[in-house]
T-cell receptor, first 112, second 116 residues
Framework: GENVEQHPSTLSVQEGDSAVIKCTYS??????FPWYKQELGKRPQLIID?????GEKKDQRIAVTLNKTAKHFSLHITETQPEDSAVYFC???????????FGPGTRLSVLP | SAVISQKPSRDICQRGTSLTIQCQVDSQVTMMFWYRQQPGQSLTLIATANQGSEATYESGFVIDKFPISRPNLTFSTLTVSNMSPEDSSIYLCSVEGSLGPYNEQFFGPGTRLTVL
């Protein structure tokens, strides 16, 4: 079955700097890769996703890149702000009706 | 995206008892998923609940421990049976938000369960 790894497990950056979180997956059939942000005590919220037919997607300060050949994808947050502090989870899925396999998470701390 | 509610939001239960968690969605959805998130950990899928058929359980989870109902396209329940302290977790339902071929999933607010 699918296995998703995520690095780093914790990340501290200064406010205004960039943060990068990387994930790898094992199942070449996976075609959908979402990223979730979970603040303390809250539900995971979808912040961006990428599908297998594109290599990069950007939404304001957040971008995701996908390398299907290498089976890895990354989340990039630019101009970080204290409210970006949260746990971020990547996930992989082989398509509609199928479950997600989540990475172990990255705890991001943005220091003022 | 769908509006998802869960009841109860939290509960403290005694060892050996059972708790039923409800998940309600404001629109009809085909697939509903139940996840467990242990403290400080990632999300682990318990089972997939498809209306009109038996739930499909992941490795390590069995129907006798986590029976699931899916009576219609907007509602599902998960029961945690014969609880032990190891069952203390957050339990979340999620639904798919699109008709495919890709499947955004949206989560309910979760049920925080503490077993004494």
């Amino acid at each position: 079955g699918e296995n998703v790894e995520q690095h780093p497990s914790t990340l501290s950056v200064q406010e205004g700097d960039s943060a990068v979180i990387k994930c790898t997956y094992s199942d070449s059939a996976s075609n959908y890769f979402p990223w979730y942000k979970q603040e303390l005590g809250k539900r995971p919220q979808l912040i961006i996703d990428i599908r297998s037919n594109v290599g990069e997607k950007k939404d304001q300060r957040i971008a995701v890149t996908l390398n299907k050949t290498a089976k890895h994808f990354s989340l990039h947050i630019t101009e970080t702000q204290p409210e970006d502090s949260a746990v971020y989870f990547c996930a992989a899925s082989i398509g509609y009706g199928q479950n997600f396999v989540f990475g172990p998470g990255t705890r991001l701390s943005v220091l003022p | 995206s769908a509006v998802i509610s869960q009841k109860p939001s939290r509960d403290i239960c005694q060892r050996g008892t059972s708790l039923t968690i409800q998940c309600q969605v404001d629109s009809q959805v085909t697939m509903m998923f139940w996840y467990r998130q242990q403290p400080g950990q990632s999300l682990t899928l318990i089972a997939t609940a498809n209306q009109g058929s038996e739930a499909t359980y992941e490795s390590g989870f069995v129907i006798d421990k986590f029976p699931i109902s899916r009576p219609n396209l907007t509602f599902s329940t998960l029961t945690v049976s014969n609880m032990s302290p190891e069952d203390s977790s957050i339990y979340l339902c999620s639904v798919e938000g699109s008709l495919g071929p890709y499947n955004e999933q949206f989560f309910g607010p979760g049920t925080r369960l503490t077993v004494l």
